[in-house]
C-alpha cells in the first residue's frame, strides 16, 4: 500500500517539480535581463527605470517558490545530520521522521497565513508594474500584489506536499529496512 502511495506521489510529484524547476530557471534569466537593462538605463542612459526594482523582486520570489521544493526533495537544504548518522539506524530513523513531522506542521501553519497574505494582496496594486491593456479597450492595469505574494504560497504549498511524500518514505524506511529507497528515487542525493 505504501509503495502504490509514494508511487503515486512520484508520478505526480516529478513532472510537477519539473515544470517549476523550468519556470524557475526562466524567471532567473528573466530577472537578469531586468537587472542588466536597468543597470544599461541608469548609467549608460542616464535615464532609469522606474519598474525594474519591483519586476525583479517579483521575479525572484517566484524562483524561490518554484525551486525551493525540488531543492527539499533532493536534500538540498542545508542540514546537521551528525547526530542521526551516529545514532542505531531505528533511532535515528524515528528521530528524522519526528523533525520532518514537526516541519510539516510548520509548513501547514505557512498555508494558513500564506492565503491569508495573498488574500489581503488583492486590495492593493504594485506601485510600478502595469500592464498596458490600451489593445483592449481599457487603460494601464495595475498589478495586484496577490500574484507576488502567491509565489510563497505555491511554494508552501509543493513544500508541503513534498514533505509528505519524505514523511511516507521515512515511514517505510522504518517498517522495511534496507527496502533500497535511495536506489529506486531518482532525486535522491549521495550522501557525502
Known amino acids: ?5 509514494l508511487g503515486l506521489f512520484d508520478k505526480v510529484l516529478t513532472p510537477v517539480l519539473a515544470i517549476g524547476r523550468n519556470l524557475a530557471w526562466m524567471a532567473l534569466v528573466l530577472m537578469v535581463a531586468i537587472i542588466m537593462a536597468q543597470v544599461i538605463s541608469r548609467y549608460i542612459v542616464n535615464s532609469p527605470l522606474s519598474w525594474t526594482e519591483e519586476a525583479a523582486r ?3 520570489l517566484w ?3 518554484l525551486i525551493a521544493p525540488t531543492a527539499y526533495r533532493r536534500g538540498g537544504f542545508v542540514s546537521i545530520d551528525m547526530l542521526l548518522t551516529a545514532l ?3 533511532i535515528g530513523g524515528v528521530i528524522a521522521l519526528m ?3 514537526l516541519a510539516l506542521l510548520v509548513l501547514i501553519t505557512g498555508i494558513k497565513l500564506g492565503l491569508n497574505h495573498v488574500k489581503s494582496g488583492w486590495i492593493f496594486n504594485s506601485s510600478s508594474l502595469k ?3 490600451s489593445w483592449f479597450g481599457y487603460g494601464l492595469l495595475r498589478l495586484k500584489l496577490a500574484w507576488m505574494y502567491m509565489a510563497l504560497l505555491v511554494g508552501v504549498i509543493l513544500l508541503t506536499v513534498v514533505n509528505i511524500e519524505l514523511v511516507l518514505k521515512a515511514i517505510q524506511r522504518l517498517l522495511t529496512p534496507g527496502a533500497g529507497l535511495e536506489a529506486a528515487d531518482p532525486l535522491a542525493v549521495e550522501s557525502v
Do not use: A, Q, S, W
Not at 500500500?1 to 502511495?5: P, Q, R
Open 58 to 60: 517579483f521575479l525572484m
Open 99 to 101: 523533525f520532518l513531522l
Open 88 to 90: 542505531p539506524k531505528k
Open 1 to 5: 500500500m505504501l509503495n502504490t502511495v
Open 63 to 65: 524562483m524561490t517558490g
Open 131 to 133: 500592464i498596458d491593456m
